[in-house]
């Protein structure tokens, strides 16, 4: 069973998303979660990270007050509030299972990724 991350769109400038990821076959409790994003023609690069059982967050410098990240242990799904939207977020989003229980930045402290859902903010 993969990560499965779902609610993205496209949406104009100012506007908002919910991006939603449920992983249903492996362990999520105990981890910490994360999303990533990748424009095209750019790196992969953090967004946000949660840590288990929540009650740590790290966002990066351009989506700090605008983006919430949260979690649903009891439903196994991991989730990203984006308010504001600009079209320099465009891009598509990842969401990522962290190899432990605290809250990481390093796209290689994360082992499992869901298949990524395209967000385009139209300005």
């Known amino acids: 069973v993969q990560l499965q991350a779902c609610g993205g769109g496209l949406v104009q400038a100012g506007g908002s998303l919910r991006l939603s990821c449920a992983d249903s076959g492996r362990p999520f409790s105990n981890y910490a979660w994360g999303w990533f994003r990748q424009a095209p023609g750019k790196e992969r690069e953090f967004v946000a990270s949660i840590s288990y059982p929540g009650r740590s967050t790290r966002y990066a410098d351009s989506v700090k007050g605008r983006f919430t990240i949260s979690r649903d242990n009891a439903n196994n799904t991991v989730y990203l509030q984006m308010n504001s939207l600009k079209p320099e977020d465009t891009a598509v989003y990842y969401c990522?299972?962290?190899?432990?229980?605290?809250?990481?930045?390093?796209?290689?402290?994360?082992?499992?990724w869901g298949q990524g859902t395209l967000v385009t903010v139209s300005s």
């Open positions: 990522a299972r962290g190899k432990r229980s605290w809250i990481a930045t390093d796209a290689d402290e994360y082992d499992y």
